[in-house]
Nanobody, 120 residues
Framework: QVQLVESGGGLVQAGGSLRLSCAAS????????MGWFRQAPGKEREFVAG????????AYADSVKGRFTVSRDNAKSTVYLQMDSLKPEDTTVYYCVEVESLWGGGVKAWGQGNQVTVSS
């Protein structure tokens, strides 16, 4: 079974940047899709970004397009979410996921979650 371990969250001022990392283990990921979701208290879980591990194709929610970038390091089996031009409304818990669809459908595994707080 796959394990997803996240790191890199924290506190940043509006306009700043953070990078989340998600180290994956338990199988070979070259044929899979990974992604990021986020969920604020009392709100539904929101798709943020997706990545096809083999082709490198990516997908982004409109709310983060142009500000966030998802990427991977094959040698480290790690997925990254680079978050730039952060806004207070980006404050929430971010989850790394393994998914069946590039756009976040069919979640197969979750990371533990990582808090991102953006101050105004």
């Amino acid at each position: 079974q796959v394990q997803l371990v996240e790191s890199g969250g924290g506190l940043v001022q509006a306009g700043g940047s953070l990078r989340l990392s998600c180290a994956a283990s338990g199988r070979t990921f070259s044929s899979y899709r990974m992604g990021w979701f986020r969920q604020a208290p009392g709100k539904e879980r929101e798709f943020v970004a997706g990545l096809n591990w083999k082709s490198g194709a990516t997908a982004y929610a409109d709310s983060v397009k142009g500000r966030f970038t998802v990427s991977r390091d094959n040698a480290k089996s790690t997925v990254y979410l680079q978050m730039d031009s952060l806004k207070p409304e980006d404050t929430t818990v971010y989850y790394c996921v393994e998914v069946e669809s590039l756009w976040g459908g069919g979640v197969k595994a979750w990371g533990q979650g990582n808090q991102v707080t953006v101050s105004s």
